[in-house]
């Protein structure tokens, strides 16, 4: 099927690139601080970073800032890819910008590629599912189809076997009880789970889910005095499958790919009926990020674990809040 290459008016192309940085706005960040903007001009679309929501205590030295970032540019890119438009991409395109990640260059129109069409629709019903999984488990082939969507991204996946289960269940365990006990991360905690309605952001109690025996611990999202949204679920979360994406490096670049291929396995896996839950604790400790590294064989740089199963709860999780378009994306005037 042939595409017509005409030429965009410069409003067509405005539109299409406030589509993408609008799609991006669903993307998880870390305690869903959302600490990115978009800034469109001509035919460019530039991701930047939001220092001011970096999270100083949790990710001190600003990694999970960056891989959140890189979700958010995966997400603006598959958009772009749906919509059926040829674009360039350049990482860190300014050394005198450090806090400028990326460039999208606008080109011609394509066929619209088809997974890409199913990885965008999944953008909408993705949900961070910390409810127990059911006992389906996941398949070889799924795995392997993950693996090779985050490899294309430029990282890697390890996918936890069973007899290392419990050196991630007792890494994230160590972190969690690390930071539990740092009062900086307390009040962190606190901040990003008490926010304003009207702030759009941050980890409601809605998507909270009650403390429960686990093979892998989750998260305690509920500040002191608090209850959370969700019970446990119906499943024994014995499908549960654990997979760790890594790069071979941690520098900027590396990490705002690792982003990228999150992002990767996020959408395909929720087209694919999977349900999904980033585990960052045992990243965001030094000690226990050791500890992954070595269930990696010291082969790369842990970037996040996530664990993949099949929800038996219902009814669909409810979006958690997203800032509005107008306060994340500029648009230069014509």
Request: proline residues 7%; glycine residues 6%; hydrophobic residues 40%.
């Amino acid at each position: 099927m042939n595409v017509s290459s005409r030429r965009l008016t410069s409003g067509e192309t405005t539109a299409v690139l406030t589509a993408a940085a609008q799609a991006s706005l669903r993307a998880p960040s870390v305690f869903n601080t959302q600490p990115w903007t978009w800034h469109i001009a001509g035919e460019t679309l530039e991701l930047s970073v939001d220092r001011s929501r970096h999270l100083s205590t949790v990710d001190a030295d600003g990694r999970l800032l960056l891989i959140s970032c890189g979700i958010a540019l995966h997400h603006a890119r598959t958009a772009l890819a749906a919509t059926g438009f040829a674009v360039t991409v350049e990482r860190f395109p300014d050394p005198d910008q450090p806090d400028l990640l990326a460039r999208i260059r606008l080109g011609t129109e394509i066929p619209a590629d088809p997974e890409a069409q199913r990885m965008a629709a999944a953008i909408h019903r993705r949900r961070t599912d910390r409810r127990a999984f059911g006992d389906r488990v996941v398949s070889e082939e799924m795995l392997t189809r993950l693996r090779r969507f985050v490899e294309f991204e430029g990282a890697y996946l390890h996918v936890v076997p069973a007899d290392q289960i419990p050196m991630l269940a007792v890494s994230t365990e160590r972190a969690a009880h690390a930071e539990h006990e740092d009062p900086a991360y307390q009040a962190e905690l606190d901040r990003w789970t008490s926010r304003p309605i009207w702030r759009s952001d941050g980890v409601p109690p809605a998507s909270m889910v009650q403390p429960d025996a686990r093979r892998v611990p989750v998260r305690d999202f509920t500040p002191e005095g608090a209850t959370a949204g969700l019970t446990t679920g119906d499943g024994d979360d014995k499908g549960a499958a654990y997979v760790i994406v890594f790069g071979t490096d941690d520098q900027p670049l590396d990490l705002l790919r690792g982003g990228e291929a999150v992002s990767a396995l996020l959408l395909l896996a929720t087209a694919e009926g999977l349900a999904t839950a980033p585990l960052s604790e045992a990243v965001e400790v030094t000690w226990p990020r050791h500890l992954l590294r070595g269930m990696l064989s010291d082969l790369g740089v842990p970037f996040l674990a996530v664990r993949l199963g099949y929800s038996v709860s219902r009814p669909l999780l409810p979006a958690v809040p997203r800032r509005d378009a107008a306060e994340v994306i500029t648009i230069d005037s014509p």
